[in-house]
Every structure is written in structure tokens, then in C-alpha cells.
């Protein structure tokens, strides 16, 4: 199911050298993070009944996870009553309450690739409905934690993902809020704490945000651990892309990126594999 940002921007098959946006020494860290949600844990009760709730079946390349139909979801916030209008609306909105292709990709890359999860301890990040982690959870992680800017998205929508998907022996933790403050959340002063596999897709849209995307890499990936990010080569509008996120990356001095597959389309996709650079 495709989608794409509800921006006034080039057609998606319309790609040139100025679709690419900024340059890898323009970048603009965000950092005024006073209007900014702070990161939070949000509790939840494995035994929750999701019986009642609307959902449908996803088949993600032979495994069918349940999910909740997100039209069906009454969220009261006002914050994301622009979602009517808008994909995203940078530090009230994030666009969690829609499943995006790359998220898609990303699960099918864990199944298609053998990618291995048995006993990791596993974040998504910007995870939205969580297919990416749910993936996780089907392939035998021992702990996957989810985390979305907006706490009603993971509260109507990841949570009850999860509940519908039930693994007995996986753990599951849920977080909402800025990624600047995720790392003090999650309290991972303690290398045995951080997370051997980080997941995330669609959320390098916004160049404004490298930085702290970056940090909670840094922060929250073990020594020897492995980030899956799937994206578009570029986001029409917002300036983002995985080649400018790569030479961000460069420039830290920290990661190194490989492409793992590219898939063609209007605007290109891709799955990187990020990890620390070794001495």
C-alpha cells in the first residue's frame, strides 16, 4: 500500500539534483527541544483483551500478523486531529498513525534475508504500528521495546499490536516522546541495557532531527550491534534522504553504512545497515 508525504512537491517521478535538498555540510540540528515531548514509558497490561478491537491480517512474506485497521482508531487528542490534512506535522504529529512502505520493507528484509533475532533485545524506533518489531517478536527476539513520538500512537496503536500478536517469550517495553531524552529514559548507562539490533524506517525525512537520531544510535546501540534503517533516497519537501543521512554519518566519525537492498520505485528505497566503526 503506498503512501507518500501530503506535500505541494515534485511528482515522486520527478527526481533531478535538486530533489536532493541540502548539502552534508548544511545540516541544521534542532536544538531547541523546549516544545518537544518528553521521552516517557508507557505501561501496559500483557493480558489486555484486543478481542473487541477492529483488525485485519498482514501478510509480511508467509507471516500473517493481526493489526488494528487505524481508521478505526479514535484518538481524542487534538494534536493529531491533523492527520486528517496532514502526514505529518513536525513536533506535534509523526506520523505513527499510518503504516509506511518502508516499515513494510523492513519486515519483509528481517523474514526475505534470515535476519537473525533469536534471543536479541530489539528497538524500533518511530515504530508507528510496529510491523518491523512485531517481525522481531515472530522472529524469537527476547525483548523488543517500541518506541513513537506521540504517546497516543503507542498507546491505540503499537500496544494493541503487540497484545494482538502475542509471544510468550518475548518481552515488550513501550516509549513515547523526543529521542533526545530517550536515552535517560530507558536508563542505558549499562552496556548489558543498550540493544544489540535497533530498527527503525521512515524516519530520516527531516534533516532537522540527524543529530538526534544520531545520539540515541550512540547511546542505545551495543558494542558489536546492528541498525536496520529503511527510508527513501529522498523525501520531496523535508529535504531528507538515506544518502544525506549517510554523510551525516560520515561526518560523526562513530557508524558505518552499507546499502543492503535497493528497491525501485517512483522515488528509490532502501535498507541500510549501520554499524560502530571498529579501531
Not at 500483557?46 to 481508521?71: K, L, T, Y
Request: proline share 4%; aromatic share 8%.
Amino acid at each position: 500500500m503506498p503512501f507518500k508525504f501530503n506535500f505541494s512537491t515534485p511528482s515522486d517521478d520527478t527526481i533531478d539534483d535538486e530533489a536532493h535538498g541540502e548539502h552534508a555540510d548544511n545540516f541544521v540540528s534542532d536544538d531547541d527541544d523546549t516544545k518537544a515531548l518528553p521521552s516517557q514509558e508507557i505501561s501496559w497490561n500483557p493480558e489486555q483483551n484486543v478481542s473487541d478491537m477492529s483488525s485485519i491480517e498482514h501478510n509480511i512474506c508467509g507471516a500473517v500478523f493481526r493489526v488494528i485497521r487505524q481508521q478505526d482508531v479514535n484518538v481524542s487528542s487534538s494534536a493529531l486531529q491533523v492527520t486528517a490534512e496532514s502526514d505529518l506535522v513536525p513536533g506535534v504529529y509523526e506520523g505513527g498513525l499510518k503504516i509506511w512502505e518502508c516499515g513494510v520493507d523492513l519486515a519483509e528484509f528481517l523474514i526475505n534475508h534470515n535476519i537473525d533475532c533469536k534471543g536479541l533485545r530489539v528497538l524500533e524506533l518511530g515504530c508507528g504500528a510496529g510491523l518491523p518489531g512485531l517481525t522481531a517478536m515472530h522472529k524469537e527476539a527476547a525483548e523488543v521495546h517500541f518506541q513513537d513520538y506521540n504517546p497516543e500512537v503507542v498507546e491505540n496503536i503499537t500496544i494493541p499490536n503487540v497484545a494482538l500478536n502475542k509471544c510468550s517469550h518475548c518481552k515488550c517495553r513501550f516509549f513515547s516522546g523526543d529521542w533526545s531524552s530517550l536515552p535517560s529514559t530507558i536508563c542505558t548507562e549499562e552496556e548489558a541495557k543498550r540493544y544489540d539490533m535497533i530498527l527503525t524506517a521512515e524516519t530520516i525525512y527531516n534533516t532537522r532531527n540527524y543529530s538526534k537520531l544520531y545520539q540515541a544510535f550512540q547511546q542505545l546501540l551495543k558494542q558489536g550491534g546492528t541498525i536496520y534503517l529503511a527510508a527513501k533516497s529522498t523525501y520531496f519537501g523535508v529535504g531528507g534522504g538515506t544518502r544525506l543521512f549517510e554523510a551525516f554519518l560520515k561526518k560523526g566519525n562513530v557508524f558505518t553504512s552499507q546499502v543492503c537492498l535497493e528497491i525501485q520505485a517512483g522515488v528509490p528505497r532502501e535498507i541500510l545497515k549501520v554499524t560502530r566503526k571498529t579501531s
